[in-house]
């Protein structure tokens, strides 16, 4: 009889505590195929984005595949913030921006098809810190630039942009000087005057470093 309700109570115990792990192991099960799920429509976007997204071709020829670049002028898509890349590639196509390298290759596409290209490459993975050796002092003093300029107000503290402002971590290093170069000294009629006047008065050491700073930034 004792043992009975010894054996009921011992009982009793296991359903009370077996419960909360049930519990546990349906959450994680849960959460395991709602990243799965997850996962799998990432891939397929992916795909997706690619397949219309038009004159890819082209883009990666210069850009890198996957956005990418490994060439020290051309700069990488990869990771930029969509709306960045949708306005940069309407001023390139009106003109408004000039690259020469460019010439042509947006001519006659619609602002969707832009959109799909600027979808595409903001998808993708950014790119990793730049893989030349560091040069301590120049990170340093570009980071002590960039930190009491407050580049991270707009392009955030990790510099990794938002909306219609660029990322700069990883970023080509001889891109990043010679785009302000550009800034400070001619700034085109479709760029950001704030922006322009953030470089204003700083001297080609400077951007140096600060190109420095960005293309290694961890
Ligand atoms: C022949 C080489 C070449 C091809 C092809 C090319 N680009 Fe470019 N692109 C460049 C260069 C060089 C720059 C940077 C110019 C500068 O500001 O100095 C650039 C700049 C850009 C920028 C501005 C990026 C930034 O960070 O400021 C975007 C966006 C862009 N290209 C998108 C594209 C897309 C999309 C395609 C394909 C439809 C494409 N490019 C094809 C060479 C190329
Ligand atoms: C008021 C906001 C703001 C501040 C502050 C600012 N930027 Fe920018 N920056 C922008 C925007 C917006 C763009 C996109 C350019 C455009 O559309 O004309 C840009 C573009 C750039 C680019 C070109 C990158 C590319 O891929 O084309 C570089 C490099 C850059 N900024 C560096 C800096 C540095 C260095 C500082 C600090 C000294 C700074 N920015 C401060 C808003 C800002």
Known sequence: MMAGRRNGALLFHFFLSIFPMLHLFFFFYNRLSQMLAGLLLMLACG???AQSAPRLELCVACHGAKGVSQSPTFPSLAGQPKIFLENQLVLIREGLRDIPQMKGTLDGLKDAELTKLALYFASLPP???AAGPVDAAS???GKAVAEGTRCGICHLPNYSGREQ???LAGQQERFLLD???EFRDHPGPGRDTIMAASLYGLKDAQL????????HFK
């Not at 140096?208 to 293309?215: E, N, Q, V």
């Open 47 to 49: 795909q997706t984005l």
């Open 127 to 129: 790119p990793p810190p």
């Open 139 to 141: 990170y340093q003093r």
């Open 165 to 167: 402002v660029p990322r």
């Open 179 to 181: 785009v302000m170069k």
């Open 208 to 215: 140096k470093d600060l190109a420095h700073f960005f293309a």
